[in-house]
């Protein structure tokens, strides 16, 4: 995966130092226009606006309509969900007013993505232009506004061309090529709060380990297997004890006796510590050891039975039955059928996630603000967030009562219902404390905002193949979004998958000779 990563930078460098950096000799080469792709810039003065509908980002390419000549079009059309090239369909540039209704339809070039066409007007005068896409799954209509059609190229060459400079260029084919992606900033409550690290637990009674009691054989037909739903009390499979040992009546009820009281004092630990974790006078380490501890002589228990049992009426069994300890998930299984294992080797590993808890570290100088929890939003990595309220699938369940001497943390626990089976016991991510609202502010996503050498740096799709680096002041975080003070505006398009790749655009500084190479 490394050198599939290094040679993706490597290809990309090598193709934005001869193709991208189109700042301010863009007006010299025409690239970005219609100029650049039909090599009028001579003769017509060209337009290239980007319009977004009904899920599409459009950027065409065109230049100054004249009477009796044909004006072409360079049609860029991206989903934004996923910011993919259109690739099928058809494009229909329609006309209105001088001249009457005129249409002329396109169809996509080799290039996917990329639809060509050629309208010529029929009558000098003022025309409204619009362009419809129609696909197989739906359509999307764009209004380029009003436009004037010059009787002649000659006049043509007066058009006025909405002017713009700078920016950072990077092509379409570019974008659609590598993962991208952009998201409109907007005005959005956000809450008030703080950022936290959180990990998912089992609730008590939700979370079960299978131990080998005894050394010896694993047997059994139906060997559950990971991922496979079991039922408390269900068969796993078979243990036969290691030979050799001593069968005898005395020896045999001896065992028993003492695998009892050791049972009767793991279970009486176990109780004690747990009651000790929530007055948090113990680690939560020390409550698992006893749990493992109670697991482990409780299947000890279960082997003297069974022997004594054996013994005494001859109905014992030669081998002894592992049974789910817990309704659950298998999500480890340690051997097989005919695999040799060692006295206390964990074999099963059983969860139930229907239902979890999420404890939240909260810092220390944070712990006071834990009395007005609105809500709580977590992220597993490779996840999507998830937002805990109470009195909505999740319940608070309270904070601890001690700082933790080395992280400096009170521990807060909200369960939650989990019926997707999404989130996993042991997950870990970033958690955002919600502690009250605070009034509409204009925010991104968090993923728009680039740490560049300790700034704040947003990148903005100023057009379809222009983008600018904004420095900003960013504000409360909620979540995946970020408040913006400065920098941003309200509906701006910003990047928030592949922004590395416009900064990379950004530093090769080449400027491309004739625009795109449709």
């Not at 339809?105 to 619009?130: H, M, W, Y």
């Not at 509409?440 to 740096?457: C, F, I, T, Y």
Request: charged residues 20%; aromatic residues 6%.
């Amino acid at each position: 995966m490394i050198r599939t990563t290094s040679t993706l930078t490597l290809c990309l460098a090598v193709g934005l130092t001869f193709s991208l950096g189109c700042d301010k000799k863009e007006a010299e080469h025409g690239h970005g226009t219609a100029a650049g792709h039909a090599h009028e810039a001579s003769e017509r003065p060209s337009f290239a606006p980007t319009v977004y509908a009904d899920g599409v980002q459009l950027y065409v390419e065109y230049v100054a309509l004249v009477k009796g000549e044909e004006s072409k079009f360079g049609v860029h059309l991206t989903r934004l969900d996923g910011y993919q090239a259109v690739n099928e369909g058809t494009v229909e540039a329609i006309l209105t007013g001088a001249g009457g209704e005129q249409r002329n339809t396109g169809e996509l070039s080799s290039t996917p993505g990329i639809f060509r066409l050629a309208p010529k007007p029929s009558a000098a005068g003022d025309v409204n232009v619009k362009l419809i896409w129609k696909g197989p799954k739906g359509q999307a209509t764009f209004d380029l506004g009003k436009h004037t059609v010059y009787p002649d190229i000659a006049s043509s060459m007066k058009a006025e061309v909405p002017e713009v400079s700078g920016g950072i260029a990077f092509l379409k084919e570019q974008q659609w090529n590598v993962p991208f992606g952009i998201t409109r900033s907007q005005q959005r409550p956000l809450s008030d709060g703080f950022e936290a690290y959180a990990s998912v637990l089992a609730v008590p009674g939700g979370e079960g380990r299978v131990l080998a009691p005894v050394a010896g054989r694993l047997e059994g037909s139906g060997f559950p297997s990971i991922g496979q739903m079991v039922k408390q009390g269900q068969r796993l499979g078979g243990l036969v004890p290691k030979a050799g040992a001593d069968m005898s009546l005395g020896s045999v009820q001896l065992d028993f006796e003492r695998a009892k009281l050791r049972l009767d004092q793991a279970k009486a630990n176990h109780t004690r510590l747990k009651g000790l974790l929530e007055q948090d006078a113990v680690p939560r380490r020390r409550v698992e050891e006893a749990a493992r501890e109670e697991a482990l002589a409780e299947a000890e228990f279960k082997v003297a039975q069974a022997r004594k049992d054996e013994v005494t009426t001859g109905k014992g069994g030669m081998a002894l039955a592992l049974t789910a300890p817990v309704s659950g998930i298998v999500s480890t299984v340690n051997g097989g059928p005919g695999v040799q294992v060692a006295e206390g080797q964990e074999l099963f590993h059983i969860v139930d996630t229907r239902r979890l808890r999420l404890e939240v570290q909260v810092p220390e100088a944070q712990s006071g603000r834990l009395a007005k929890v609105a809500s709580v939003w977590f992220q597993a990595p490779g996840q999507q967030p998830v937002v805990l309220e109470p009195g909505s699938g999740a319940k608070v369940l309270g904070q601890g009562g001690a700082i933790h001497p080395e992280r400096r943390t009170v521990p807060f626990v909200m369960e939650f219902g989990n019926p997707s089976g999404t989130l996993k016991v042991g997950a870990s991510g970033k958690a955002f404390v919600r502690t009250g609202n605070i009034a509409q502010a204009m925010a991104v996503p968090a993923s728009a905002v680039q740490d560049e050498d300790g700034l704040a740096v947003v990148y903005v799709q100023a057009g379809g193949e222009r983008f600018e680096r904004r420095l900003v002041k960013v504000g409360a975080r909620d979540g995946d979004w970020v408040q913006i003070l400065t920098g941003v505006q309200k509906d701006e398009w910003v990047v928030t998958t592949g922004a590395h790749l416009v900064r990379l655009a950004a530093s090769s500084g080449k400027v491309p000779e004739h625009g795109h190479a449709h």
